[in-house]
């Protein structure tokens, strides 16, 4: 494990201790590089929590090949919510269908790029360990991967959808 990095040092001790962006920036690299559930390093009356990001999916930084997906932007509107064509609790009942869930509340997308073609559509053939989508949480772009073989029957989520941690993102029909 490596050493924190310096404190700064306040210039005055009446004055309220400044923290260097730098000092933070050294921090957040040292929780991710460590992978560390959380940091807190305590220096006079100051407190600074570092948390990291923790994940059943390894997440994985591929924001210079994403680095073209726009973030989704935020208006003063409500937001209005699709229904899927066919309810997931009326195709839960078929045995063979197996359900791919967000390992993590994130933003859903289908394809690697914009201008990219899907992971995935509907009536394709999906192995085990392959990439069906990324889910964005905290600018890390997570592989979601199929745990069975079998064809695609339904894509649930759609893409730039807020997903929550265990929504049903993909329906897989088991191969026999």
Do not use: C
């Not at 404190?7 to 920036?25: C, I, N, T």
């Not at 993590?104 to 559509?121: A, E, H, K, M, Q």
Request: proline share 10%; aromatic share 4%.
């Amino acid at each position: 494990m490596e050493h924190l990095p310096e404190l700064p040092e306040s210039e005055d001790a009446l004055k309220p201790p400044v923290v260097d962006v730098d000092f933070l920036r050294e921090l957040i690299a040292l929780v991710e590089r460590e992978d560390l559930a959380e940091l807190t390093v305590r220096w006079g009356e100051v407190s600074v929590t570092v948390r990291g990001v923790v994940s059943p999916a390894a997440p994985l930084p591929l924001a210079p090949l994403l680095a073209s997906i726009a973030a989704p932007t935020v208006t003063g509107q409500a937001a209005s919510v699709e229904v899927p064509s066919q309810p997931v609790s009326a195709v839960q009942d078929d045995a063979r269908l197996f359900r791919i869930t967000a390992p993590l509340t994130g933003v859903f997308y289908s394809r690697p790029r914009p201008d990219s073609p899907p992971f995935v559509t509907v009536g394709m053939a999906v192995e085990p360990g392959q990439v069906v989508a990324l889910v964005e949480a905290m600018k890390f772009f997570n592989e979601i991967r199929s745990e069975v073989a079998g064809v695609v029957r339904e894509i649930v989520a759609k893409d730039g959808q807020l997903v929550k941690q265990g929504d049903t993102l993909i329906l897989v029909e088991r191969s026999a």
